[in-house]
């Protein structure tokens, strides 16, 4: 079983910088973390869950929504069985729910969600 758990969520103005973390654990997950793919979705209100960015444990190059490359990046510390969202000169339509997920390498699904953190920016 894993378990993942977002923090750093919160409110900020406009171009300003957050940094969320996901924090993994489970015998699963502590066992064969090199084996997994990081990913970050964010949903707003009345929006569907978007893709934001992903990274295999182990790879030194990531995927971007378009809406985001250039201003976020996401990393891992394999060391701590943690992924980090770097999120820089934030907008208002940034505003959302963060979530973070696990998936298999391989598989087609994530199949591991975290709880959710709230992002605002504030215009």
């Known amino acids: 079983q894993v378990q993942l758990v977002e923090s750093g969520g919160g409110l900020v103005q406009t171009g300003g910088s957050l940094r969320l973390s996901c924090a993994g654990s489970?015998?699963?997950?502590?066992?064969?973390?090199?084996?997994?793919?990081m990913g970050w979705f964010r949903q707003a209100p009345g929006k569907e869950r978007e893709f934001v960015a992903a990274?295999?444990?182990?790879?030194?190059?990531?995927t971007y929504a378009d809406s985001v490359k250039d201003r976020f990046t996401i990393s891992v510390d394999a060391r701590k069985n943690t992924a980090y969202l770097q999120m820089n000169n934030l907008q208002p339509e940034d505003t959302a729910v963060y979530y973070c997920?696990?998936?298999?390498?391989?598989?087609?699904?994530?199949?591991?969600w975290g709880q959710g953190t709230q992002v605002t920016v504030s215009s």
């Open positions: 489970g015998r699963t997950f502590s066992n064969y973390a090199a084996n997994y793919v």
């Open positions: 990274i295999y444990w182990h790879a030194s190059t990531a």
């Open positions: 997920a696990a998936k298999p390498r391989g598989s087609p699904n994530y199949t591991n």
